[in-house]
């Protein structure tokens, strides 16, 4: 079982910078691939980005490629997402999550957080 729980977010200014946190319970976070989603008012969970457990392999969506760095630490227990260059199309709820294998399919995540609202104002 893991358990995860992010903090971190709020509102900015589009252009501002936020440092999302996800902290994970359970001694094997170091086994498991971490991701990012979000999701958007009316608008369906997407892929953000995501990391496998030795960090060496990272994925991100192109909306947020250039702009946003997933990374984590193994010792900690967490792994965060730095969003530099926000835009008011990046305003949604942004959920961590933790599966085996990263996939960008939301489906295949079998454990997640409780969310944390991202809201850039214009």
């Known amino acids: 079982q893991v358990q995860l729980v992010e903090s971190g977010g709020g509102l900015v200014q589009t252009g501002g910078s936020l440092r999302l946190s996800c902290a994970a319970s359970?001694?094997?976070?170091?086994?498991?691939?971490m991701g990012w989603f979000r999701q958007a008012p009316g608008k369906e969970r997407e892929f953000v980005a995501g990391?496998?457990?030795?960090?060496?392999?990272?994925d991100y969506a192109d909306s947020v490629k250039g702009r946003f760095t997933i990374s984590r630490d193994n010792a900690k227990n967490t792994v965060y997402l730095q969003m530099n260059s926000l835009k008011p199309e990046d305003t949604a709820v942004y959920y961590c999550?933790?599966?085996?294998?990263?996939?960008?399919?939301?489906?295949?995540?079998?454990?997640w957080g409780q969310g944390t609202q991202v809201t850039v104002s214009s």
């Open positions: 359970g001694r094997t976070f170091s086994s498991y691939g």
């Open positions: 999550a933790a599966a085996r294998t990263v996939f960008r399919d939301p489906l295949t995540w079998g454990y």
């Open positions: 990391i496998n457990w030795s960090s060496l392999n990272k």
